[in-house]
């Protein structure tokens, strides 16, 4: 007869040792001995009579076998969690962790999101990743290592995903005004490339959107530092000397830097659309039902209209 809480038990060693790659880090990862890992896992192979597992003098990688169990590992994990936080649902409200990835672009208005979440319900618990991309995002889900995310859906497969759009994002120059002597509300893509420019770095979605509409004026730009972060580009024209094209929304949630002014680009405008994605497996967590529900009431409360900031801030 299965032991249910044993098999789970192996089930969650098997899936920290495929994510981990490496046997101590996986038994680190699941509080529990080295030996204690690689035991439960060799009984979990002979129960299933299937080789899981490629051993040498250290871990060298799944078998075919395991590449393909895993996936059904994560998913059975994963609907029980779903399965437990359902039913304490019905007995004193939502509880649990909601793990949430989210790309650099909607680091700053995320919690739009997630504080009225956590108020509506104050039992849950939210981990946010704000370093990671669309894509990755994306794969994180579909391998139910995220229950949700922020991402840029364009361009993405999202078919197995709910997709819940949340505002569109436009690109502004903000600099300080020093730099924009003469300039009006607007500025040109040839006047700003006559700035000492640092931006976002190359493979990013937010540098992406901003070569792209460079490449249909035939024009391109070589900024002089380049980062991984909004944030270090804030920093950068805070001294006074360097201009930047980041998303709209850090100067509406975050203050601009002193002295600092934020222009609209003109002839292309650069915007993109910002969503919220869960998995579309049924029937699915109730916390990413829960909070599907929130961004629905949110958005349509107007309060993720994060329109574009004025000239000056």
Not at 55 to 73: D, H, K, Q, Y
Request: glycine share 6%.
């Amino acid at each position: 007869m299965v032991e249910w809480g044993m098999l789970f038990r192996q089930l969650e060693y098997f899936v920290a040792l495929a994510r981990e790659r490496h046997f101590a880090r996986a038994a680190a990862a699941c509080y529990v001995s080295q030996p204690a890992l690689s035991e439960a896992i060799r009984k979990l192979e002979q129960e299933l009579k299937v080789p899981l597992v490629r051993r040498g003098r250290s871990f060298e990688g799944l078998t075919p076998e395991g590449e393909r169990l895993v996936l059904w590992a994560r998913r059975i994990l994963a609907d029980h969690d779903a399965l437990k936080q359902e039913v304490t649902a019905l007995q004193t409200g939502l509880t649990g962790d909601l793990r949430m990835g989210v790309i650099p672009a909607a680091a700053s208005t995320v919690a739009l999101l997630t504080d009225p979440f956590c108020a509506e319900h104050p039992l849950v618990r939210v981990q946010l990743e704000t370093s990671l991309r669309s894509s990755e995002i994306v794969e994180r889900i579909h391998r139910f290592e995220l229950d949700a995310g922020m991402i840029y859906p364009h361009g993405l497969n999202t078919a197995d995903l709910v997709v819940t759009p949340l505002y569109e994002e436009q690109h502004v120059l903000i600099a300080s005004g020093e730099l924009l002597t003469g300039q009006a509300d607007t500025i040109s893509w040839s006047d700003a490339l006559e700035l000492p420019m640092c931006l976002l770095i190359e493979g990013m979605r937010g540098r992406q959107l901003i070569d792209e509409a460079l490449a249909t004026h035939d024009l391109a730009v070589v900024p002089r530092l380049e980062a991984d972060s909004v944030v270090a580009l804030l920093a950068h024209v805070g001294t006074g000397r360097w201009a930047s094209i980041v998303p709209h929304t850090w100067i509406r949630t975050l203050r601009p830097p002193a002295g600092a002014r934020v222009l609209q680009l003109r002839d292309p405008s650069v915007t993109a659309e910002i969503a919220l994605v869960t998995s579309a497996v049924e029937p699915g967590s109730v916390l990413t039902r829960a909070l599907v529900q929130v961004a629905r009431e949110v958005r349509a409360a107007g309060a993720l209209d994060v329109g574009p900031p004025t000239a000056t801030s």
